[in-house]
């Protein structure tokens, strides 16, 4: 197992551990919240797993990607509150983040406190939007209905060293994955006993929750059936470690009967149209979670067979977007042109699809170096992250670097979670000859992946700056806010440490 594949395995289990830790006692149609732990110290057990997650190499910040799965991700928040399962309490205090790595495993998990793991992996098997929101609408219910806390609570005297165990596995298979799965299993083996009941009621209640928020969403049920059949023909398989999804999840007779129950429900509406959205991000995630030489040459070929039949076009949109994408990857700058020219013509006429294409024009030109290419092609475009990120990296290519720090102070005063919009502020602000600011920026970037420690170390850093001999100007305003931010983060450290 590699070090990163260690990593996310740890976490994976320590999450499934959470789930598997309490006897059966209770039955639908509600189970009721019986937890004991309040919603602060939840998200704070939450951030402590998330702070390992951001730090693992397999975590993945890509502004296309994000943007899609936030899109689906905030439809079915909306529609959790609007059922009434998103109290206000867990709206404001919950972080309600989700965050992707790039492994090919199939697999999603809640964690405590709102936070969500997506691999790629579950990306790369989904056959449309409805599907992948499916899962999405799973995992959200089982942190709106407070299944990990709850289970956390039943198991009051046990759940504290399991818990222990498997943060503990979590972090030494950072260094030793060999040590780190053997407090993993040592610390899930004492919690396997009587649990397997309560276990299938809690995805029991997540399916039927789950059901409803997909459709109070507006996404077509045919995705949560569909989605449901994929895994259970995986579950008939034998088990080759690919499917993790299912160990956490696993598909008992119950969950099978209400799934087939639902059919009937979803056999009402019309079946889903091709999806081109949503067949680009499978292209997407396909090539950036297999970024070997093969995997990427084998992608080219996949491309170079699209055959532009009608009835295959959300197929070829696919193969054809990691075609382009792959080939820019590995340098080949003609044929990443040729592709994505041959994409355009396939989206023409699908505004979205067509902003996706454009975007990823612009990609593969500052790939190859072309940062004035890149700027034409995004300049004047109205759009979200993904804009904003390209734009700005193709920008300060072109030594545009005041326009860029413009754009990136405005858009973290209102995302000021967004690490790479930080780090790119850092990198104009330097370009500025702005150096408190460019530092104070670095450290914002550590907090926005909860790494209080580095964040701390750079506003020293920054602090020392403030103290050297100086000629000419100095910016009073900037100094003060990085020893207003460094004493935030020393109190964030000094509640971290009594919390251990």
Avoid at 25 to 37: E, F, I
Avoid at 269 to 280: E, G, Q, S, Y
Wanted: hydrophobic fraction near 40%; glycine fraction near 8%.
């Amino acid at each position: 197992m590699t070090h990163s594949k260690a990593r996310l395995a740890a976490v994976a289990c320590l999450v499934a551990g959470l789930l598997l830790v309490s006897p059966a006692r209770a039955q639908l149609p509600t189970l009721g919240d019986t937890s004991d732990m309040n919603s602060s110290t939840e998200r704070k057990l939450g951030e402590r797993i998330a702070r390992e997650l951001y730090r693992d190499p397999d975590y993945l910040d890509d502004p296309v990607l994000d943007e899609y799965v936030l899109g689906i991700w905030t439809r079915l928040l909306a529609a959790a509150r609007a059922r009434g399962e998103l109290t206000p309490e867990l709206d404001n205090r919950f972080a309600w983040q989700v965050l992707l790595g790039k492994d090919r495993i199939v697999n999603a998990f809640a964690l405590p406190g709102g936070w969500l793991g997506l691999q790629l992996g579950l990306v790369n098997v989904t056959a449309s939007t409805d599907e992948l929101a499916s899962v999405l609408a799973h995992e959200l219910s089982h942190v709106t209905q407070r299944h990990i806390s709850r289970l956390m609570t039943q198991q009051s005297r046990q759940t504290p060293w399991v818990i222990g165990a498997m943060i503990l596995g979590a972090l030494a298979a950072s260094k030793n994955p060999e040590a780190g799965s053997a407090l993993i299993t040592g610390g899930q083996a004492a919690a396997m006993q009587s649990q397997l009941n309560f276990s299938r009621d809690m995805e029991r209640e997540a399916d039927r929750v789950g059901f409803g928020v997909l459709t109070q969403a507006g996404y077509d049920p045919h995705g949560f059936v569909t989605m449901f059949d994929k895994l259970q023909q995986a579950s008939r398989l034998n088990d080759n470690g690919s499917f993790p999804y299912l160990r956490t999840h696993p598909l008992t007779t119950e969950r099978i009967a209400e799934m087939q129950s639902r059919q009937q429900l979803a056999a009402r509406f019309a079946k889903p149209r091709p999806d081109l959205i949503h067949a680009i991000m499978v292209g997407r995630s396909r090539v950036l979670s297999n970024p070997g030489v093969d995997g990427l040459r084998s992608y080219v070929v996949d491309g170079a067979g699209a055959t532009g039949n009608p009835s295959q076009r959300a197929r070829d949109v696919t193969v054809l977007y990691a075609a382009a994408l792959a080939s820019s990857k590995m340098r080949d700058n003609v044929a990443a042109r040729k592709f994505s020219d041959r994409l355009a013509s396939l989206t023409s006429g699908d505004a979205p699809a067509t902003r996706l294409t454009n975007l990823l024009m612009a990609e593969i030109a500052l790939d190859a170096g072309d940062a004035q290419r890149a700027a034409n092609l995004l300049d004047g475009a109205d759009g979200g992250r993904p804009e904003l990120v390209l734009g700005s990296q193709a920008r300060l290519g072109l030594g545009r670097a005041n326009e860029v720090s413009q754009r990136l102070q405005t858009w973290v005063a209102v995302h000021p979670r967004d690490a790479e919009a930080w780090l790119l502020l850092s990198k104009a602000y330097a370009a500025q000859g702005q150096t408190l600011r460019s530092i104070r920026a670095e450290a914002e970037a550590q907090v926005a992946h909860l790494d209080y420690q580095a964040a701390l170390d750079r506003f020293k850093a920054a602090q020392e700056v403030e103290r050297r001999p100086r000629t000419g100007s100095f910016d009073h305003i900037e100094a003060s806010i990085i020893d207003t931010r460094a004493r935030q983060v020393e109190s964030l450290m000094r509640e971290q440490a009594l919390e251990r």
